[in-house]
Structure formats: C-alpha cells, structure tokens
C-alpha cells in the first residue's frame, strides 16, 4: 500500500537525523512537508524579534532543502487540532509523521491530534530525534522518578548506553517516486510568513549575527570539529562570559530550533575525542548535551517544572513583588554597567553568555533584587534564542537556589565577577558606549568617579546612566539570611525524586500510553 503523507515539522526543523522524515518516505506516493504556525504559542508564550527571525530563517532555509528535493515546506496558519482534519481531507492523508515533543502543551496538543487522525484513518509515527534518549527510558531506569542531581542522572545513563546513531538526510534517490503537488494558488497561501505577519517591525531589529537554519547549524559545527584542540580541552567554567566575540560554540539556538541534531552534535564530538586525552562532564561539551538532557528529563518527571507553586522540588520563597526593580533590570537601568551591558547585549543579539546569564539571574533574584525567578523566566523566554521551555525553567531554578543547587550563600557579585575576565571593561564598553570614556579604575563602579571624572567621560551619573538601584553589600547579605530562612522550611523530601508511590513505577500515564492508539506507532 502507497501513502499519502504529511510530516509535521515542529522542532526538528532539518532533514539530517530525522527518523520521523524517514518514515514518512516508506511506502509513500505524496509528501506534504508541512510547519503549523500555531497561535497557542503566541498567546501563551513571549517571542521576541530576534527568535521570529531566527524561526523564519530557519523554515526558509527547510524549505530551499525540500525544493532541492522536488518538494517544499507548507506553512500552514491556524490550530492543529482544526487545520489538521482539513488537510487530511483534502490532501487524501493515510499517514501522518513527527517528531516526540515532551513539553505539557504538546503533550496536549498530540493527544488531541491522534485522536483526531484516529477519527480520519489516518497512521501516526512518532519518533524521537530532539533528544538523545528516550526520557521515558530514563525515568523507568530511576524507578518511576526523574533523577534530580546530574550525578545520579549520568548514573541511569551508564545503564542505558551511548545514545543512538543519527539518521541519513534524505536524498533524491529516497524521493524516487514521490511527488509533493502544489498549485500556484496554494504556493502563495502556504508561504513562509515575514516579520511583518507575525507583528514585529523589522526597522527595530539589530544586525543578525546568528541566522537561522540548518546549512548555518551544520557549518559552525564544521567549524568548531576542525578545531580538534580547543574541543577537547573545553571546559564550560573556564570560558569567558563577557569576551567581545562568543567563548563558545553558540550552537545552542540551533539545538533549540532542531536545525542542528542533537544526536549529529554527540556523535561527531565522538569522532573528536577519539583516541584523545579530552575534557569530560560535566563540563565538556558532551556535559553540556547531556545538561540540557537532565533539564529535559526533570522537566518531564516534575510537575509544574515552570513554577514555584505546585512544584514539588522547588524551595517555596517569599519573593518581594516590585514592578520597577524588575524592570530596571529588563531594561538594563539598574545602574550596574556589568549586568546592565549583559541585559543589553541579550536584548541586541538574542544570546549572553551562561556564566553572564548565572550574573544576571543571580542578581535579580537572591542576590540583590529578591524577584521571583518566574518573572526572569519570561523575559530570558522571550529575548533568548535558545529559549527552550525545560532549560529556561531548570537553569532558573538553579540559579535562584530554588532547585538542584543549594549554595544559596554563594552571590554573584555585580561588580568583582566582570573584573575577572574583563578588567579593563571592554565588554561595558561595547554594549554601554556611554561610559567608554570612563577610567577602568571607575567602569564598573562609575558612581565612585569624582564628578569632574564624570564631566570629562561627558557621562553624569544619576542624569546620563542611572546610580545603583540596591547598595550590593548591603542587600546581598539581608538576602542570604533571606534565603536561610525559606530553607529552614523547607519540606525535608524536597530533594527526593517525585513519585506518585515511593520507590515504585510512576502510577502517571506514560508518554507512550498517552499518545499511542490502536492504528498509531511510536518509536
């Protein structure tokens, strides 16, 4: 039997490494490619320009693929539960293929959808591709829990094994035979919005340093394998977080959108390391593949992972709720040059550095301003290109000592940690051109300069650049007797993995049990 059949592309927006592309190629006669511009995420979800940029570089990209292959990309406009059923209808669907999405809307989303498939006869094959395990595999190997320390989880990954091999692009060969039928008509409905559509102004974007797409993922990947040396001897920690140029491989957006595999980047880490004395996890670049893994996987395993409350291994603080220091700090007006030109670059280029996002965070929340992780959640999610829904919460939870870390007493300091890499400031001098006449005795602490200091860097602290919103010394230590006493209540299983029955399978539906019906496959 020959298929008709629509492959979903929601994360996994590539040809390399994806099964679920492969799958929907077997037996088939017609392929509709297809991306849904869900107006859920929108709504419920803040994307800035910068991510809409990189998204439809990304599907534009996908698209120039698909063409070489004799297809193209269809982006279709409205919610998948309805515009779904249509496209089953009118394009004769027998199958319909995509990649495993663990995040709670998806979940919900591709309930619904199978449902609904179920409804219209028509296959379903999931695979998963956007991570390098099974994280249901993952959590069954832990006893029903996802493992909360990084420990514990390369522990459950020993057992399991090195990840699985990535998949082949397909080729023309593969498309013998398949046919993806268009009409002018439907060239123009089904075409790749602008920045326009979706609301933003393109005039206020800032110069693209990182576009998006998977011939840009694949070639900075080239470029950082063909440096053997730096690779293996990569320690995250040891990387700068204010260098003028990127200390990293800035793949992260690439991982995030799936124009770059997972699987891909593991694998040919692999081939690197090979036969090498090299760095390891955690803080190799195989440590950093496997962090957002154990981001992922809690993410799963824990509910309400995105919130304080109902959240059963975040510490329950009492934050303070105050609209203008939050906004000093979004808008870069706290008066700190170091984190404002952080907040700065962030807003400009969509990307910082994780050691400035550990300054920045730390600083709005238990260092100095005592605001909820919550809020700085929404403005990373909605100014990072990397924004990704399990590693935003979990790198916040960690860096308010809410979760996984609990060295509360250790506080960034919005002055002495810049210094470190930079002490003459180049980086506040870059991103703040209004205090690059300042003397770097007074750049990060440009309110201590004598006033006729001021005049002549033709910057007025208190008129030009703001003064201080907190006094550091002062603030960071109320907020450590702060955060000792929010530990003091905490519940003594905090710590512990959650699980419906202690030391038992987890009683909740699984993934598989979730998605998978009588006509539907999942691998």
């Not at 399991?160 to 593969?174: M, Q, Y």
């Not at 935003?392 to 308010?400: E, I, R, T």
């Not at 907190?470 to 007797?481: A, D, F, G, P, Y």
């Amino acid at each position: 039997m020959t298929h008709n059949c629509i492959h979903w592309f929601r994360k996994g927006l590539r040809l390399h490494d994806n099964p679920a592309l492969v799958a929907a190629l077997r037996d088939c006669k017609q392929l509709y490619p297809v991306f849904i511009l869900d107006p859920w995420y929108p709504s419920n979800t803040k994307i800035g320009i910068n991510r809409w940029r990189f998204l439809i570089g990304a599907l534009k990209d996908l698209d120039c693929s698909l063409r070489k292959l004799n297809s193209r990309l269809f982006v279709v406009r409205g919610k998948p539960g309805e515009v779904l059923p249509k496209l089953f209808l009118k394009w004769k669907i027998t199958r319909l293929t995509f990649e495993v999405d663990t995040e709670p809307y998806s979940l919900r989303r591709d309930k619904d959808v199978l449902k609904l498939a179920e409804d219209h006869g028509v296959e379903v094959i999931q695979k998963i591709s956007h991570t390098l395990y099974n994280l249901e595999r993952i959590i069954d190997e832990n006893n029903g829990k996802a493992p909360l320390t990084y420990v514990r989880f390369q522990s459950v990954l020993k057992s399991i094994g090195p990840p699985k091999r990535p998949v082949p692009a397909p080729t023309l060969e593969n498309m013998e035979g398949v046919s993806t039928p268009c009409t002018d008509k439907e060239d123009n409905k089904y075409c790749i919005p602008t920045l326009e559509e979706l609301g933003q102004n393109p005039q206020l974007a800032h110069p693209e340093l990182f576009p998006g797409g998977e011939q840009e993922a694949l070639r900075r990947l080239d470029q950082y394998m063909d440096q053997p040396a730096w690779v293996c001897s990569f320690e995250k920690p040891q990387t700068s977080p204010n260098a003028l140029s990127p200390s990293t491989t800035v793949l992260s957006p690439y991982v995030t959108f799936g124009c770059l595999s997972a699987r891909i980047f593991w694998w040919r880490l692999h081939d690197v390391y090979k036969g090498k004395k090299h760095s390891q996890p955690p803080v190799s670049l195989h440590g950093q593949l496997l962090w957002r893994e154990f981001y992922y996987t809690a993410a799963l395993g824990v509910p309400n992972f995105n919130k304080m409350e109902g959240n059963p291994v975040c510490t329950q603080v009492d934050w303070d709720t105050n609209p203008e220091f939050l906004a000093a700090w979004r808008e870069a007006r706290t008066g700190f040059p170091f984190i404002d030109a952080i907040m700065t670059q962030l807003r400009q280029e969509g990307w910082i550095h994780h050691l400035a996002r550990h300054a920045v965070a730390c600083f709005l929340t238990r260092g100095d301003l005592w605001t909820s992780w919550e809020e700085g959640q929404k403005v990373f999610e909605e100014l990072l290109l990397d924004a990704d829904w399990a590693l935003n919460a979990g790198n916040w939870l960690w860096l308010s000592a809410s979760a996984f870390f609990h060295q509360y007493f250790r506080v960034y300091s919005p002055i002495a940690f810049g210094k470190k890499t930079d002490k003459r400031g180049e980086y506040i001098k870059k991103y703040l051109p209004l205090l690059k006449k300042f003397p770097e005795q007074y750049i990060y602490e440009p309110w201590k300069a004598p006033r006729s200091v001021q005049e002549q860097a033709g910057c007025i602290v208190g008129k030009d650049y703001p003064r201080p919103i907190v006094e550091h010394e002062v603030i960071s230590k109320k907020n450590i007797q702060r955060m000792k006493a929010a530990y003091a209540k905490r519940s003594p299983e905090i710590d512990g993995s959650p699980t419906k029955e202690k030391g038992g399978k987890r009683k909740r539906e699984s993934i598989k049990d979730m998605l998978t019906k009588k006509r539907n496959t999942c691998a």
